[in-house]
């Protein structure tokens, strides 16, 4: 099964700070996803990459920057963290082969912006 | 773009009872994959059950679903509900075409004794 794996596992920041949310796949996936989660809204896509130095804009990508490094390794920036970015985020990966591309997804994040 | 539509937010059931939550979806894609993710506490989704197939009913855990094309549904039913399904579910769709996955805003079930 695939291993999604991410870091921190819990961080507070204040508005204005600087974040940098990590994750890593171990299974040669293609895809990489990073998604938001919060309560009435469900899971919301804010980036993807279909490989390094890939990205694709997701559906709320407002406020994110992100950056694919390697095969295995997935990065979500907030450079000026605002209140309304306190979340849980979840990191995918998927193989995304004959078109089918089931989420692994890692631990997830929770982030505090005060 | 795409969508996917979960009409119930939260769904409360009695031990024993079925359970059908529904989803409905739309694509201009002809052949999407309908998947079913499932949510505990405290944990990360995973998938329960997936389908590219028209017609045709794909089953794990007790839980079943048959994707319909005609009717842009991929309905998730379970005979007797059990108290240790009580969790968050997500129906999603997969175009196939540019992998951006779209996720309903999903349905809470809490079964009770």
């Known amino acids: 099964e695939a291993a999604v794996t991410q870091s921190p596992r819990n961080k507070v920041t204040v508005t204005g700070g600087n974040v940098t949310l990590s994750c890593r796949q171990t299974?040669?996936?293609?895809?990489m996803y990073w998604y938001r989660q919060d309560t009435g809204h469900g899971l919301r896509l804010i980036h993807y990459?279909?490989?390094?130095?890939?990205?694709q804009i997701g559906d709320v990508p407002d406020g994110y920057k992100a950056t694919r490094t390697t095969q295995e390794d997935f990065f979500l920036l907030l450079e000026l963290a605002s209140p309304s970015q306190t979340s849980l985020y979840f990191c995918?990966?998927?193989?995304?082969?004959?078109?089918?591309?089931?989420?692994?997804f890692g631990p997830g994040t929770r982030l505090l912006v005060l | 773009g795409d969508s996917v539509t979960q009409t119930e937010g939260l769904v409360t059931l009695t031990e024993g009872l079925p359970v059908m939550l529904n989803c409905t979806y739309q694509?201009?894609?002809?052949?999407?994959?309908l998947f079913w993710y499932v949510q505990h506490l405290n944990e990360s989704p995973r998938l329960l059950l997936k389908?590219?197939?028209?017609?045709k009913r794909t089953e794990h855990q007790g839980f079943h679903a048959t994707l319909h094309k005609s009717s842009s549904s991929f309905h998730l039913q379970k005979s007797s509900a059990q108290l240790s399904d009580s969790a968050l579910y997500y129906c999603?769709?997969?175009?196939?075409?540019?992998?951006?996955?779209?996720f309903g805003k999903g349905t809470s079930l809490v079964v009770h004794p």
């Open positions: 299974n040669s996936h293609n895809y």
């Open positions: 999603a769709l997969s175009d196939g075409g540019n992998y951006k996955p779209t």
């Open positions: 995918a990966s998927s193989d995304g082969a004959q078109g089918e591309d089931t989420q692994y």
């Open positions: 389908s590219f197939t028209d017609n």
């Open positions: 694509t201009i894609y002809s052949n999407p994959f």
């Open positions: 990459s279909y490989g390094a130095g890939n990205l």
